[in-house]
């Protein structure tokens, strides 16, 4: 599946006019960025969301994010999938709510974090491909996806590849074998063109002909 990497309203609602967005995933840098509070931007993304929405406790203790946990599936319901950050108390948190909050491990640089995630219980495990490139080496956030489709074949964790920053890095990620993407909208809209293709367009449109349609 595809997902919208985005907490702004404007668009998730112009990603799921799209008809193959069956998501949205968020964070709190994205949370951020929208005019609304955190509350009114969930209800509203949940409104929104043809299926999971993904939100990310921000709190940093235990106690807290199990009670924030239990506040973002007040406001989404269903749709929620918790994003948790691959730390001791994380980890912890993971195992205790994993049975009735589906859960998701994120920004992941690691194929033993990935082991973890599914030990837990994690639905999702959400390396952040583009993000490894960058900070341990070219071409690692790759083989670290296949490092982890291999650690994970068999388990009901499955790979949420996130920090995708072109097309063909968006395809190169699931032949590794990430089972969905999250994608920014300008990534999104990359993913529909290509120059050959828009030739071709207007040659079909220059020199063609169809039912009803006047050249």
Known sequence: MIYLDSAIIADAKKAVLLGWVKGITTNPKLINKSPLSPEETLTQLAKISPGELYYQLFAQDFEGMVTEAKKAAEI?????VLKILPTEIGFRTVAHLSSEINCSITAIFSAAQAVVAKEVGAKYAIPYVNRVNKQLGDGLGIALVKQMSNLLQGSNTRILAASIIS??????????GAHHLTIDPTVLEQMMTHDFSAKAAEDFYAHGAGIGVDK
């Open 76 to 80: 989404v319901g269903d749709k929620l």
């Open 167 to 176: 097309p063909s890095q968006a395809a190169a990620t699931l032949e590794a």
